[in-house]
C-alpha cells in the first residue's frame, strides 16, 4: 500500500515538473516573440505615425514662427465693460530704493523665449528680444529699467494666455485708444480651447521713453504733452496725470537712465461675441491662465 502511494505522488511530482518545463518554455517564447523584428507592415505603419507626428510638430511650429511676422489686426469698437473683463496694467520705472524690484521670468515667458530662438535659428525675426514678466499688484505690474528705456524697439506686446472653452470671438480694447479714435491693434492665436492675445503697445512704449528721454530722445514738454494720450485726459498745457514733474530737467534720467516717471497706469478690456452678438466674457469661461508678459524686439 504504501508503494502504490509512493508511486503516486513521484508520478504527480513527474507531471508537476513536466507541466512547469512546458509553461517556462512557452513563457520563454513568448518574450523571444516579442523581441523579434517586426513584419515588413507593422515598421511601415510605424514609420507613417512617426512621419505624421514629425510633420504635425513642424506644421505648428511654422505657424508660430509666422505668427511673429504677422501683421496686427485693429479693433475700432469701443470697450463695454459690463460684458468684457477689464484689466488694469501699470507701468513704472525700477527703484534701488523698492523693497521688490524686477521679476524672475515665468513658463510662458521662457516658453515664447526658446519659440523665438527657434525661430531666428531658421532664419525668422532674428531682431533681439527682452521679456518682461508682469507681477500681480491689484492688476498686472511691469517694471522698466533704465536699461529697458535706452533700447531702440521695433516691435511691443503684451502677451495673455486665455481659457476659450467656447471658441468665442475675442477683442481686446484699450480704452484710451478709443477714446481717442485710435485702432488697438493686436494678433491671435488659437490652440484648442486656448488663446495667445498679443496686444501692440509700441506706441505706448515710445511715449514713456519721449517723456524720460530714452533711446537718444530728449525730455520736452513736447514730448509730455503727447503723451497725455495715455494719461487720464489733462488738456495741453497742464501736467499729464502720472508724469513726474521733474520729467523737464536735464537729469531726469540721472545715472543708468533711472527714470523718474510716476507709475502709468493703462486699462485694457477684452470683449467676447458668438456669430457677431456680444457675450459676456466670463459667462462664456474666458479667463487668463498665467500672469501676463511683455516682450520687446529691438536691433
Known amino acids: 500500500m ?3 502511494n509512493w508511486t503516486r505522488i513521484t508520478s504527480l511530482l513527474l507531471l508537476m515538473i513536466s507541466y512547469c518545463g512546458v509553461f517556462g518554455r512557452a513563457v520563454g517564447t513568448l518574450e523571444l516573440l516579442s523581441q523579434l523584428p517586426k513584419t515588413a507592415d507593422e515598421s511601415y505603419e510605424a514609420t507613417l505615425r512617426a512621419g505624421r507626428w514629425r510633420r504635425g510638430m513642424a506644421d505648428t511650429h511654422r505657424e508660430r ?4 511676422e504677422a501683421p496686427w489686426l485693429e479693433n475700432t469698437r469701443e470697450a463695454h ?3 468684457g473683463i477689464p484689466l488694469q496694467l501699470r507701468i513704472r520705472s525700477f527703484s534701488p530704493r523698492a523693497s521688490r524690484g524686477l521679476v524672475f521670468p515665468g513658463k510662458a515667458l521662457f516658453k515664447f523665449i526658446r519659440g523665438v530662438y527657434r525661430c531666428c535659428q531658421e532664419g525668422v525675426n532674428c531682431r533681439r528680444l527682452k521679456g518682461i514678466q508682469g507681477r500681480m499688484r491689484g492688476g498686472t505690474e511691469f517694471v522698466l529699467t533704465g536699461e529697458i528705456l535706452s533700447l531702440t524697439v521695433a516691435r511691443a506686446e ?11 470671438d475675442i477683442r481686446p480694447v484699450l480704452p484710451t485708444m478709443a477714446k481717442h479714435k485710435l ?3 493686436y494678433s491671435l492665436g488659437s490652440r484648442g480651447d486656448t488663446v495667445d492675445l498679443r496686444v501692440d503697445l509700441l506706441f505706448l512704449f515710445h511715449s514713456v521713453q519721449e517723456v524720460v528721454g530714452g533711446a537718444g530722445r530728449g525730455p520736452s514738454l513736447t514730448n509730455m504733452r503727447r503723451a497725455v494720450l495715455f494719461s487720464n ?3 495741453p498745457g497742464e501736467n499729464p496725470t502720472g508724469m513726474a514733474p521733474q520729467d523737464t530737467d536735464a537729469n531726469v534720467l540721472g545715472s543708468g537712465l533711472t527714470s523718474t516717471l510716476s507709475p502709468l497706469d493703462l ?5 467676447c461675441s458668438q456669430a457677431g452678438t456680444e457675450v459676456s466674457c466670463g459667462a ?3 479667463h487668463i491662465t498665467h500672469t501676463p508678459f511683455m516682450a520687446l524686439f529691438f536691433g
Request: charged share 15%.
Open 81 to 83: 465693460v459690463d460684458s
Open 267 to 271: 486699462g485694457l478690456v477684452l470683449g
Open 158 to 168: 503684451l502677451h495673455l494666455q486665455l481659457s476659450n472653452p467656447r471658441h468665442l
Open 233 to 235: 485726459g489733462d488738456p
Open 65 to 68: 514662427c509666422a505668427e511673429l
Open 284 to 286: 462664456g469661461g474666458v
Open 2 to 4: 504504501a508503494s502504490s
Open 183 to 185: 485702432p488697438t491693434r
